[in-house]
């Protein structure tokens, strides 16, 4: 993992309020006008959701999926979206029962990791997306499951 992806988390963890001021657009995707319109509303709903809830919030797992979401897409920064999804991940196994945003998260971050050429980690991530999506009945077309189920076969081919 990269350390600046890290320390930027751990800032965020510290004092989610702060969140706003950290800048850490890759030089690459400079010129993408469209990450402010995303990012801040974001870091702003993460900064307020953890204060207002508290960090383990269902809502602050949300908003560091959508910063993952961000990081991994308009930033191109899988290292970062890794560690954000991370986080979301970390608060959504606190919730009493696996549900369907829980396979999303799984199926998020392993997509970070096979980004990252990290394929086995990538795929333990996955089968665990299936067992969740098992566990809450989701539907064969149930999109989080299709992406799933190609995944999986995918990476199993390799």
């Known amino acids: 993992m990269r350390l600046e992806a890290k320390a930027a988390v751990s800032e965020l963890l510290l004092d989610p309020a702060a969140a706003i001021e950290i800048k ?4 690459r995707n400079k010129n993408n006008i469209m990450e402010p ?3 801040e509303p974001v870091l702003a709903d993460l900064a307020r959701f953890n204060q207002e809830l508290g960090p383990h919030h269902e809502k602050v797992a949300e908003a560091w999926n ?6 991994m897409h ?3 920064d899988p ?3 890794i560690e954000c999804h991370k986080e979301a991940l970390r608060i959504q196994r606190l919730q009493s029962c696996p549900s369907l945003k829980l396979a999303a998260t799984l199926n998020d971050l392993a997509m970070c990791y096979e980004r990252v050429r990290e394929s086995e980690r990538a ?4 089968l665990e997306a299936e067992i969740v999506l098992k566990r809450c009945a989701a539907s ?6 299709i992406s ?5 076969a995918r990476l199993q081919r390799r």
């Open 24 to 27: 850490t657009t890759p030089d």
């Open 37 to 39: 319109l995303v990012l």
């Open 66 to 71: 959508s910063l993952g979401l961000i990081r």
């Open 74 to 76: 308009v930033q191109l």
């Open 79 to 81: 290292f970062a979206a």
């Open 123 to 126: 795929l333990e991530l996955y």
């Open 140 to 145: 064969s077309t149930h999109p989080v499951t």
């Open 148 to 152: 799933t189920d190609r995944c999986i």
